[in-house]
C-alpha cells in the first residue's frame, strides 16, 4: 500500500462522516495565558467532578442520547458487547504496526517514560501501545520528516524544572516556533464519545444498543498544567515559541472513535481523533511553510525540551542559561547526521521465558517421594454414569481410602484441568461431562480446540446444548463464549424476576439448569505470542481480547448464577493457563506433570502446597483444590468405554 493511502483508506472505512473529516478549524480554542484575575477560573477548571456532578450529568445524557438505564435512573453499562470492524479496517490497523518509527529528528522513545509513571501495568501496556500506534501514524503521514519530536517528558514547573512526580507528557512536537503537547489516548475503538460533563468526562457507547460501553472517562488536570506552565516559562524568557496542547485519541483494529466536537480536557484543551489532528496539520501546513519544511538549525527550546525528556537525568538547559549543543542528550533518530535506534530483536525475552517456563531442574526438597503404593490407585471403570446429586455434586472422585469425594459445582465459575500426556486428564474429563449430559440436571457448551476433526469430546455434539471446534475459525468460538456471557446476563434477569439474587439459594435454582462451558485444549486457543514477546498487538486476534472479556465476566458473575467454566489443557504453561483465570478459578485439578513450576501455573501460587509427582504417571490420579483448602489426592473414575459408546457414538472413549 502506498505511503498516505491507509489514511485515505481509514477516511473511508473509520467513521460514518469519513476519518479525518470532522475537523474544524473553528471548534480549536486557543490557549490564553491565565491572567490573575483567571486563576479562579482555572483552578476550576482542574478540580475533579463530584458524584453528585457525575449522577447529574449521566441523568442529561440518558435524556439526550436515549441510554439504556435501569429502576434508579443510572445508565446499563455493559463493556462487554464488541463493535464488529471490517476486514479492511483490520488490515489497514494491522498494516500499522508494520511501519517504522521515522523522522528528521526524534528524542526519546514513545511509550518509554510510561514505566516511571504511577500507572498499573494493564495502564502503561495500553498507554504505551497508544503512543507507538501514535508515533507510527505520524510517520506513515510524514509528519514527522517536518518536525523535531520529543516523547515522554517531565512535566515543567512554572520556573522551568522539572516535576518529577509522575506524570508526564506523551509527545510534544515542534514546527518551527510551534510547539504542540499531545496527550495520547488509547481508548476503545470504534465507539462513539459524547461529553457527559464540559470540561471534565465523557463517557463512550454502543450506537445501536445505546448502552454505556465503559465506565465514565474522568479528565485528569495533567495537561492544562504542562499547558499553563510551559507557555507562561517560555513567554517569560522571551522566547517566540507558541504552545497549544491536544488530547489525541488512537485508532485500534476496530476503527477509530468519533467524539463529539465539544469535548475539552480541563484548561479548554480540545480532544479529537487521530484523522482530525492530522486534517489539522494539513490545513496549518497550507497556511504556514513550517508545518511542512523541516528547519535542522538547534534552538534554546529543542535544547530544553530534549532535557526534560525521561531518562535523562542530566542538567536542564534552561533557555536563561543555555547548555552548548555538545552537552544536549543526543537524540534517538536525527536523520541529518545518520543517527536511528538498533533493530530490536524480537522475541528475544520469549526464550528466557520458555525456559523458565519448561524449567527441567526441581527441588528435591519440593517433590513429595513417590508412595510405595502407587500401583494400588487404580478402580475398576463405573458401569454407569456417575451421579449428579442436588444439581451440584458429580460422585465421580474417590480417595486413597476409596472413600467418595464430590466433584461440587456449588458456587464454582472457574474450574482449571491440566495433565500431560499418559495422565489420564482427557480421558476423565470425558467421563465427566458424558455424566452430567447423562443427568440431564446441567446445559453443557464445547468449545473444542485440539486442533483435528474430531476428540474424544465429539461424541457429544448432538447431545450437548451446542458445539464449536477451533478448526473451524476463530470467530466460530469467540461466538460461542459470547453466547455464553449473553445467557448468563439473561439468567441473571430471569432469577431476579422470580425474587432470586442467586442460582444456589434455592433448592429448586429458580428453574435453571446449571451451565457448563467446557474448553479443551486451552493452549490451541490462547497460543499466540504475547506483546512481551516481541510481536505487535496486531499479531493477536481482537477476538482473543473479546474471549478474555467474556471469561473475566462469567468468572466474575457465574459464581452466584450457576455458570461454570472448565479449562482443559494437556500442555499447561502460563499461556494456556491465563493467570487471571487460574486466579479467579474455585476449583483447581492437576494431573501428573513434570515439574513444580508447572504445578505452581496449574494450581495458583497458593494452592501448590503438598502437591507433587514422581516417577511415570499414575493414570487418573490427581491433586485437588477446592475453594482454596489444601489439595488433596483423588482418583478420577472412568464411566466404562461401551456406556459412553453406548449413549454417545464415537466417543473416541478407549483412548487413555
Not at 222 to 231: C, E, I, R, T, Y
Not at 292 to 314: H, I, N, Q, R
Amino acid at each position: 500500500m502506498a505511503m498516505g493511502l491507509f489514511r485515505d483508506a481509514f477516511s473511508k472505512m473509520m467513521t460514518p462522516s469519513g476519518f479525518g473529516g470532522g475537523y474544524s478549524s473553528d471548534a480549536v480554542i486557543p490557549y490564553a495565558p491565565c491572567s490573575d484575575d483567571a486563576g479562579e477560573e482555572f483552578w476550576d477548571a482542574v478540580r475533579k467532578p463530584t458524584d453528585d456532578d457525575i449522577s447529574e450529568g449521566w441523568h442529561d445524557a440518558i435524556e439526550q442520547y436515549g441510554l439504556q438505564h435501569d429502576d434508579s435512573y443510572s445508565p446499563v453499562i455493559d463493556d462487554g458487547l464488541v463493535p464488529k470492524a471490517s476486514r479492511e479496517v483490520k488490515a489497514a490497523y494491522a498494516e500499522t504496526w508494520r511501519h517504522d518509527v521515522d523522522g528528521a529528528r526524534i528524542y526519546g522513545m514513545p511509550g518509554s517514560g510510561l514505566h516511571q509513571s504511577q500507572f498499573g501495568k494493564k495502564e502503561v501496556h495500553s498507554g504505551a501501545t497508544g503512543e507507538l500506534i501514535f508515533a507510527k501514524l505520524l510517520s506513515w503521514d510524514h509528519f514527522l520528516d517536518h518536525c523535531v519530536s520529543f516523547w515522554s517528558l517531565w512535566n515543567p514547573e512554572e520556573d522551568g524544572t522539572r516535576n518529577d512526580m509522575g506524570n508526564d507528557i506523551d509527545c510534544v512536537l515542534k514546527f518551527g516556533d510551534h510547539i504542540l503537547l499531545v496527550d495520547v489516548k488509547n481508548y476503545r475503538a470504534g465507539l462513539e464519545y459524547h461529553s457527559l460533563i464540559p470540561g471534565k468526562a465523557m463517557f463512550c457507547m454502543y450506537q445501536k444498543a445505546r448502552v454505556v460501553a465503559h465506565e465514565p472517562y474522568i479528565f485528569s488536570a495533567n495537561m492544562a498544567f504542562a499547558q499553563k506552565n510551559l507557555s507562561e516559562y517560555l513567554a517569560s524568557e522571551g522566547s517566540r515559541c507558541t504552545v497549544e496542547s491536544f488530547v489525541v485519541l488512537v485508532p485500534g483494529e476496530l476503527g477509530e472513535a468519533t467524539l463529539d466536537p465539544d469535548i475539552y480536557w480541563p484548561g479548554n484543551i480540545p480532544a479529537m481523533g487521530y484523522g482530525q489532528f492530522k486534517d489539522m496539520l494539513i490545513e496549518r501546513g497550507q497556511h504556514d511553510s513550517s508545518y511542512c519544511t523541516f528547519d535542522p538549525t538547534k534552538t534554546a527550546e529543542e535544547g530544553y525540551l530534549a532535557t526534560l525528556v525521561k531518562g535523562y537525568d542530566g542538567a536542564l538547559s534552561l533557555l536563561d542559561s543555555p547548555m552548548p549543543v555538545a552537552e544536549w542528550p543526543a537524540p534517538t533518530w536525527d536523520r541529518l547526521a545518520g543517527i536511528k535506534p538498533a533493530p530490536s530483536k524480537k522475541g528475544g525475552d520469549a526464550s528466557n521465558r520458555w525456559k523458565n517456563g519448561r524449567n527441567t531442574h526441581s527441588s528435591s526438597n519440593s517433590t513429595p517421594k513417590r508412595e510405595s503404593n502407587a500401583a494400588s490407585w487404580k478402580a475398576a471403570d463405573l458401569d454407569d454414569f456417575a451421579e449428579f446429586r442436588n444439581g451440584a455434586d458429580l460422585d465421580i472422585l474417590r480417595d486413597a481410602d476409596g472413600q467418595s469425594v464430590p466433584l461440587s459445582f456449588r458456587n464454582v465459575s472457574g474450574v482449571v484441568v491440566a495433565g500431560e500426556q499418559g495422565s489420564g486428564s482427557v480421558m476423565r474429563m470425558q467421563s465427566v461431562v458424558a455424566s452430567l449430559l447423562a443427568s440431564s440436571q446441567a446445559e453443557v457448551r464445547i468449545v473444542d480446540c485440539n486442533g483435528q476433526n474430531s476428540s474424544c469430546f465429539s461424541c457429544f455434539e448432538n447431545s450437548c446444548h451446542s458445539y464449536s471446534r477451533l478448526i473451524d475459525g476463530l470467530d466460530v468460538v469467540a461466538g460461542e463464549i459470547e453466547s455464553a456471557y449473553v445467557s448468563l446476563s439473561a439468567r441473571k434477569s430471569r432469577l431476579r424476576k422470580k425474587g432470586l439474587q442467586s442460582f444456589w439459594e434455592d433448592d429448586s435454582h429458580g428453574g435453571e439448569k446449571l451451565e457448563i462451558l467446557t474448553i479443551h485444549e486451552s493452549s490451541n486457543l490462547f497460543g499466540f505470542q504475547d506483546l512481551d514477546s516481541g510481536a505487535s498487538p496486531a499479531d493477536r486476534p481482537q477476538e482473543l481480547d473479546d474471549i478474555d472479556r467474556y471469561l473475566r465476566t462469567i468468572l466474575k458473575d457465574g459464581q452466584r448464577m450457576g455458570v461454570c467454566v472448565i479449562l482443559m489443557t494437556q500442555r499447561p504453561s502460563t499461556v494456556s493457563l491465563p493467570a487471571y483465570f487460574v486466579d479467579a478459578a474455585q476449583i483447581h485439578v492437576c494431573f501428573h506433570v513434570s515439574s513444580p513450576e508447572t504445578i505452581a501455573t496449574v494450581m495458583g501460587a497458593t494452592g501448590s502446597s503438598g502437591v507433587g509427582f514422581a516417577g511415570k504417571p499414575v493414570i487418573a490420579q490427581a491433586f485437588v483444590s477446592d475453594h482454596g483448602a489444601p489439595a488433596r489426592k483423588v482418583l478420577f473414575r472412568r464411566v466404562a468405554p461401551s456406556v459412553i459408546d453406548a449413549r454417545f457414538p464415537n466417543g473416541l472413549s478407549n483412548v487413555q
